[in-house]
């Protein structure tokens, strides 16, 4: 099998014998061809609708083909050797996009790769940890990676209701999705590009503790490659006053930073938020009592951004009072003097009591002389009881913002902190194994300073459900996507229970008193389900097993050599050497098979859920047809 890329651009050459000998393509002499625009082999690749979608742009009318990228494509032998060891430690380490093979040169880069994910959030102790597999992709096999999936097991959830079979998909429906986020975030693209008002995740924090297990050289250029692929169609998905909250903490936040200047822009940084997740100090820290997560928040456009304000508290309202009896209500008194010096400014004014008063040296007032006049006839200055003291400006309640406007430092008496969110997540459900989930009332006001009721809020990091489960109370719409298996054991119960009327978290805050419903859908495993199987296994002879059974279900990579897996010959660490499949370790052996699976077939395409193959019933294409509007 090869990819489509490579079928097209084989179709185009094959009509000039001089660059073949037999079936063996002399890609040299073609690159050639095309370094010197060559006529007729410039114009047969143009015309080939696939070539020119991959490698054109089409910029107000003129084609712009980028002949180089082509050649580049020519003379990788990644994308035309016979080997399983394709993709095999290109980690994110290029030069001018060559990659280590082909250059002496090191900078850091980020090539078409992912992670092929088995997990979510940071969670431990849940069964088993979570894996993510590399695997560097090329740009048509990304096309097809990306392409939307079947949506299989579909169910709405209602008060007292499960309704099985759901063939048509309604405009506000809340979306719970299991799958992975990159695959998932571009198969609901075409039905909410630019319609997602707030994002708000809580990645994987790299910390080493979360099981994000890398090649340690190149652990940080991963996780950084993970995240980019998820904001690039994050950003798509945002509308154009929308906005994106990042949880992160100390390890990786000034490289996230970086990172999200890049896919966002710099001038769209909104803040870095500090909250404090613990009320207390760790006295057995090494160095420092890590109290502190942050919260980066970028918009999609800053000039059309603003956070809603937030709610004033009835402390702050107790501070205006009316000793005066003002007309026009309560009201707290300010300073009239600035630092700022301007001798026109600089005047004795005289008090009720008939005293004479001057700013303090250095100083002098904040409006003019006849401005001043005007604010003392309004009765707007306070001279004091006795009528003789300095002059302060009458700041009255009535006239004040309805909020105050947020600070980027979050109290944990203000948003909670983490032993409130673990006891919210436990009182839902028994021994949930979250280590880092977030309270509730964290979420809330993130809610409230980026979203308004009905509108749509996106958490492509689930885990247990906290952003779906405020939404919902909050009255906004809202997408989740979780990969894990535990969305079933925790994330979807707990959400039953919010429509059924729970009263933790927010719940007392807001008046919860329950409703509401969510549908919920999966992505139609194809290699994933082989994935899991693999990963499952406890013995050589569980995989051997599986092994005879992929061999004639399982989408194998094309480049591999089925004849030689199972051979004397194996590449480990780079280094070949001979070794008996029965000799590698068993993680080695999972690690061989989950290699040589097709990672752009770990889910159905839409285009081929007529396959009778693939036995989809007729409500999982019924329901899939009415999701990406195909009726």
Known sequence: MQTELIKELNKVLKAFPQFWNGEELHRSMVSDAISQKQPEIIKALVANEKIRSVYGSDIDGILIFDFDKLCSLLKYKEYWANSFTKYRNKVGLTSNGKYLDYNSDVVLDFPFKDCVLEGGMTKEDHGKDEIYYNEVIARDEVDNLTSPKVLTNIIKHSNNEICENVVNFEENNNMIIKGNNLIALHSIKKRYSGKVKLIYIDPPYNTGSDSFKYNDKFNRATWLTFIKNRLEISKELLSIDGSIFISCDDSESHYLKVLCDSVFQEINFVCNVIWEKKFAPQNDAKWFSDNHDHILVYAKEKNLWRPNLLPRSAEMDARYKNIDNDPRGPWQSDNMTVKTYSKDYDYPIKTPSGKYVSPTKGRCWYTSKA?????????????????????????????????????????????????????????????????????????????????????????????????????????????????????????????????????????????????????????????????????????????????????????????????????????????????????????????????????????????????????????????????????
């Open 371 to 631: 401005n001043m006049e005007k604010l003392i006839a309004d009765n707007r200055v306070w001279f004091g009881e006795s009528g003789g003291n300095v002059p302060r400006i009458k700041r009255f309640l009535s006239e004040v913002k309805d909020g105050m406007t947020p600070t980027t430092i979050w109290k944990h008496t203000e948003v909670g902190h983490n032993q409130d969110a673990k006891k919210e997540v436990n009182a839902l459900n028994t021994d949930s194994g979250f280590s880092t989930p977030k309270p509730e009332k964290l979420i809330q006001r993130i809610l409230h300073l980026g979203s308004n009721e009905g509108d749509l809020v996106l958490d492509f990091h689930l885990g247990s459900g906290t952003t779906a489960a405020v939404a919902h109370k909050m009255g906004r719409r809202y997408i989740g996507i979780e990969q894990m298996d535990y969305i079933n054991e925790i994330t979807v119960p707990r959400l039953q229970k919010v429509i059924e009327g729970e009263q933790g978290g927010i719940s007392k805050d807001v008046n919860w008193q329950g409703g509401g419903s969510f549908v919920y859908a999966e992505l139609m495993e194809l290699n994933a389900y082989f994935v899991h199987e693999i990963q499952k296994a406890q013995s050589n002879e569980e995989l051997e097993k599986l092994f005879a059974v992929m061999k004639t279900e399982a989408h194998l990579n094309y480049q591999v050599a089925l004849e030689n897996v199972l051979s004397a010959e194996y590449e480990v660490d780079g280094i070949f050497r001979k070794v008996a499949f029965s000799e590698l370790e068993l993680h080695e052996q999972k690690q061989l098979l989950i290699e040589i699976l097709d990672k752009n077939q770990l889910y159905v395409n839409v285009s081929d859920m007529d396959d009778s193959d693939l036995n989809i019933s007729e409500s999982d294409k019924a329901f899939t047809r009415s999701f990406y509007g195909m009726e």
